[in-house]
């Protein structure tokens, strides 16, 4: 068989997308996005979160454009995400004012507001409920009826109304750690924060680079590191302090006014912004000024978009590693997380490996003749370049 | 749900702020601007640094030529290519006498090019010294410092090594005697082409965030020693086997006639050109 050359690429991709799109309509069927959002709400959280847009219609486009590759949909978003216009900034987002759907704290067994379960998978188990497969509708319809109204009547039994109210304003376990003096200060920093979607990546980082980084990150890689970290490649061992799940309210001062004069009244509200947020606590040694050694408390922080918590977990270990000063471990280096976190560039950088290196290829393999007939001490005829 | 994009994808203020770094880079010859890279419709790593910085210079008259490893029809390329020409509508062809804008991953095109005509490199690993540093904050130092021992040292134990240097492709440059600089993995044979050229090369690293320039007439010396000067990729003896060249960058293919083992351009263009022009054994 001749060699094929690589060339006719443009009916070659142009063939490939065709089979590519076959494979999306093989079933026949169409796949409403309003329906991913309902169904797979979790996925189009992941979409946004490392796409770092918050578009649950765009994301779930994406992810039926993608036949439900997640990494395939993170990246149509985060292209997506490059051609829009950043027009406003928000103002500063208060998760102290959080509509809270869960609340729990591993540090103490009473919290202000008490433990909220909320919704969670921690305790359910982990069988796979086969009457799934025939669920209709009218079941799933059904199943919310007889829910709603028990939860109607346990509002009704507790508020006296039919109706549940969201929990705003529920105190912070950590600020109670701070009244009482276990944790270490930490100075206000209002710096205005690196926008890292417009400023490219040095080091040492601020933290403002580190939150961003690590909230957009490739979760799995997030989750990974962070193990790393508490297993035995990193010092931080946290106590999740507290975790809260639930909106936040977004919004921005009308145009024109001035920021330093803006009242929170006159601001335009743009939507909520469904967040988990996550305060670590985390055992640190400390030497005093009198080079006594003091046993102090920090906190890791960790606040990603969507519900995932095992990231908002991971993320507040790994920014408490790698704010240390004595640098140890891959987990500690701030080049070898920040660089390499992101989903787009790994599996970007990853995936170019396919392609052609004929030239680079050429260019290795004179290299390396030239070095073999150096050591067999060959020239010209019987060499091995003669050969090739 | 209908969206419009942009001409040439990107919104205008991130187009200007990446022709702000490309000015920063041909006024610092060799020197890597770091640049806020956009995420892209293509992979990153395939083009995508190379793209921006297209796509921020290209305007509605200009011609673009792209090319892959030396090949207008690659895959890559046609990608790349079909995407500039959707979202700007420019015309596009093979031709390198024709282009105003190349595009190109891994070559530098055999007909040298003119003044007119910009010269847009994808860069895979922008920082020379990566090999042997692996941190970014320190060898931003090194290039501060013009600390290039490393460099050279690198290329000496190969020489002890393996009697002779082992760079592939990527042979690091110094440029205007002031920055070590990775030519983007151009083979050996291009480096030459860097140098007192008549046209403006710009770099783009996409996921490392970088731009760097080499502008035309800039003194581009490959890294080498005195006893061990720079050699480029032999190819002696060699001719392509479609159209008869000797003295280009060639890869291995088999003959589609004899079924041998043969050699042929890498620049398909300059191929093709030539056996338009009746080839030649020269």
């Known amino acids: 068989m001749g060699y094929v050359a690589v060339s006719g690429g443009e009916q070659a991709i142009a063939a490939s997308l065709e089979l590519l799109e076959r494979e999306r309509v093989a079933g026949g069927r169409a796949l409403d996005p309003a329906l991913i959002i309902e169904a797979m709400p979790h996925a189009v959280e992941q979409v946004q979160s490392e796409g770092s847009v918050w578009a649950p219609e765009v994301a779930a486009i994406a992810l039926k454009q993608a036949s439900g590759s997640i990494e395939e949909a993170v990246f149509l978003v985060r292209a997506y995400r490059s051609t829009l216009e950043r027009l406003y900034t928000s103002r500063v987002i208060d998760t102290g004012e959080m509509h809270v759907s869960r609340h729990i704290s591993a540090a103490f067994k009473d919290i202000e507001g008490g433990q909220i379960l909320g919704a969670t998978r921690d305790y359910s188990h982990r069988l796979i409920n086969f009457d799934l497969s025939e669920e209709t509708d009218a079941d799933v319809r059904a199943a919310r009826a007889v829910i709603d109204e028990r939860l109607d009547e346990a509002a009704e039994a507790f508020y006296g109304v039919a109706e549940t109210t969201p929990l705003d304003c529920v105190p912070k376990v950590c600020d109670y750690l701070r009244q009482i003096g276990m944790i270490r200060p930490v100075a206000i920093d209002d710096t205005e924060p690196v926008d890292i979607t417009k400023t490219p990546l040095f080091t040492p980082a601020p933290r403002s680079v580190i939150l961003q980084a690590l909230s957009r990150g490739l979760t799995q890689a997030v989750v990974a590191i962070g193990y790393a970290a508490i297993r035995g490649f990193g010092i931080s061992h946290p106590t999740v302090g507290e975790l809260r799940r639930g909106s936040v309210p977004v919004t921005i001062d009308a145009p024109g006014t001035d920021p330093s004069q803006a009242s929170a009244d006159d601001a335009y509200y743009l939507g909520a912004l469904p967040v988990c947020e996550v305060e670590s606590l985390i055992a640190n040694d400390e030497v005093t000024e009198t080079g006594e050694h003091v046993n102090a408390l920090d906190v890791g922080y960790g606040l990603v978009t969507g519900s995932d918590e095992s990231k908002a977990i991971a993320m507040s270990v790994l920014d408490h590693s790698l704010r240390v000063d004595d640098v140890r471990y891959p987990t500690q280096d701030q080049e070898f997380v920040l660089y390499h976190i992101d989903g787009v560039e790994a599996t970007g950088f990853i995936s170019h490996l396919k392609l052609p290196h004929y030239v680079t290829f050429q260019s290795k393999l004179d290299a390396a003749l030239r070095s073999m007939n150096h050591a067999e001490g060959q020239k010209e005829d019987g060499s091995r370049a003669a050969q090739l | ?282």
Request: hydrophobic share 35%; charged share 25%; glycine share 8%.
């Open chain 2, 1 to 282: 749900m209908q969206r419009n994009y942009n001409f040439a994808f990107l919104d205008e203020g991130s187009k200007r702020e990446i022709r702000r770094a490309i000015l920063k880079a041909v006024a610092i010859p060799g020197y890597q601007v770091p640049f806020a890279s956009r995420e892209m419709p293509i992979g990153r790593g395939w083009g995508t640094g190379g793209l921006q910085v297209t796509l921020s210079c290209i305007g509605p008259d200009d011609v673009l030529k792209v090319i892959d490893q030396g090949s207008d029809a690659s895959v890559n390329a046609v990608s790349i290519r079909s995407l500039v020409h959707e979202t700007t509508g420019v015309e596009t062809t093979t031709s390198t006498a024709d282009a105003t804008l190349i595009q190109s991953r891994h070559r530098i095109p055999e007909r040298p090019l003119q003044r007119e005509q910009l010269m847009v490199l994808q860069v895979p690993m922008p920082e020379p010294l990566r090999t042997y540093e692996a941190r970014e904050s320190v060898t931003r130092r090194l290039h501060a410092e013009a600390e290039y021992t490393g460099a050279y040292l690198e290329l000496f134990e190969q020489i002890v090594r393996y009697g002779s240097t082992t760079t592939g492709a990527d042979h690091p440059v110094m440029v205007q005697d002031r920055y070590v600089m990775a030519p983007s993995p151009i083979p050996r044979f291009d480096n030459p082409k860097l140098n007192d050229a008549e046209n403006l090369f710009l770099f783009g690293a996409g996921r490392e965030k970088k731009i760097y320039a080499v502008p035309p007439h800039t003194k581009v010396e490959s890294l080498a020693f005195e006893d061990h000067p720079f050699v480029r990729e032999d190819f002696e003896g060699k001719r392509c086997c479609i159209c008869g060249a000797t003295g280009v960058y060639m890869t291995q293919t088999i003959d589609p006639v004899t079924g041998k083992k043969a050699w042929q351009c890498s620049d398909t263009d300059y191929c093709a050109e030539r056996l338009e022009e009746g080839g030649s054994d020269e």
